[in-house]
């Protein structure tokens, strides 16, 4: 159901302002406070509500809990001409992120790829965030990582892995460039915290109990001292797989350790330069060719247009810069 037409609607620039104002009233550096406002506000011009300012008391409350730390600046403790293995000093994750995104980009235009892989990292946030950040480049941006466990392996009802989502960017030339963000859960974990906070009861299939029942109740996953339940992952076990091997890049590589034995996240980015592989126009037009074909391919019975990884996103932001972003009611008081 569309709910939008019930919710206060607030301009983008109002609510970054907000934001920014409590995450530097709560001992954030300007510089933090900024960026991650940003962040979380972006996620809700692009309908990831999951990650936006629904989030901004969780971060308030680690802050002033000291599980945050404030100003902390993530530093390269491992590096080799294309890789590096960075320690994000429990800051917050966003600025981690941000900075591997950047270091991978250096390293890929004087090696052709970068990748960086982060430990003791907070929650980032929307990934697409962040491997959006290559396109500027003219290159391909992936970011993985793994978090508290939360989702159950393929016929396992314990909750041993993160949610574990991947964000590719591709560019394009004439055509919008791709975007792919996604968990590898069936729905973030922050979907059922929505679903609860609004009162609602949530599709059959997203997650089970504590004894392994499929349920359609929030509060089966969620309990006051943490996950009781677990998400399901998608697509059965081609969906845990994914997840699995997530796992092992961003939690194994790192150094953070795989969910089932982790407190933060393990961070893996990669930047694959374009130019390095072949001429930069040539892909871009390949890509280009590739979209319109999808585009104009024959439509299955009830779809009326064919849409591209983060081509939603991209059209509800526009709308959103437009018309004001519809917050709910609970997240805004």
């Not at 530097?24 to 936006?52: F, I, M, N, P, Q």
């Not at 466990?149 to 574990?164: E, Q």
């Not at 982790?262 to 990669?270: E, K, M, P, Q, R």
Request: proline share 5%; net charge neutral.
């Amino acid at each position: 159901m569309d709910i939008d037409h019930l919710m206060p609607v607030l301009e983008a620039g109002f609510l970054k302002w907000v934001a920014s104002e409590l995450l530097l009233r709560s001992g954030a550096t300007v510089e933090e406070s900024e960026y991650v406002a940003k962040c979380l506000v972006e996620s809700d011009l692009c309908g990831h509500e999951t990650h936006g300012l629904m989030r901004l008391n969780q971060y308030v409350k680690l802050l002033r809990e000291g599980k945050v730390k404030s100003g902390a600046k993530p530093r390269v403790v491992r590096e080799t001409p294309s890789t590096a293995v960075v320690d994000g000093g429990w800051g917050f994750g966003q600025i981690t992120a941000r900075d591997s995104m950047n270091l991978a980009i250096s390293k890929a235009r004087e090696v052709g790829v970068g990748i960086t892989a982060a430990y003791n990292c907070n929650h980032a946030g929307r990934l697409g965030e962040y491997s959006k950040i290559a396109l500027d480049h003219d290159m391909i941006g992936i970011v993985i990582c793994n978090d508290r466990p939360g989702v159950a392996p393929y016929g396992s009802i314990d909750p041993l892995m993160g949610t574990n989502p991947v964000s590719i960017a591709i560019p394009a030339g004439r055509m919008k460039p791709i975007i792919l963000d996604m968990a590898t859960s069936v729905v973030s974990g922050g979907r059922v915290r929505l679903a609860r906070l609004r009162g609602e009861k949530i599709p059959l299939g997203w997650i089970i109990d504590k004894d392994g029942k499929p349920s359609t109740d929030p509060a089966d996953l969620h309990g006051p001292t943490g996950v009781i339940g677990a998400l399901l992952p998608f697509g059965g076990y081609k969906g845990s797989g994914l997840a699995i091997a997530i796992e092992i890049l961003a939690g194994g590589l790192s150094g953070s350790g795989c969910s089932h034995e982790t407190v933060g996240a393990g961070l893996l980015t990669a930047a694959l330069d374009i130019r390095s592989f072949t001429p930069v126009e040539v892909f871009k037009e390949r890509v280009d060719r590739f979209i319109e074909a999808i585009k104009n391919s024959r439509k299955a019975p009830g779809f009326k247009e064919i849409l591209l990884p983060g081509e939603r996103a991209q059209r509800l932001r526009e709308k959103r810069l437009r018309e004001g972003i519809p917050l709910d009611e609970k997240v805004w008081e």
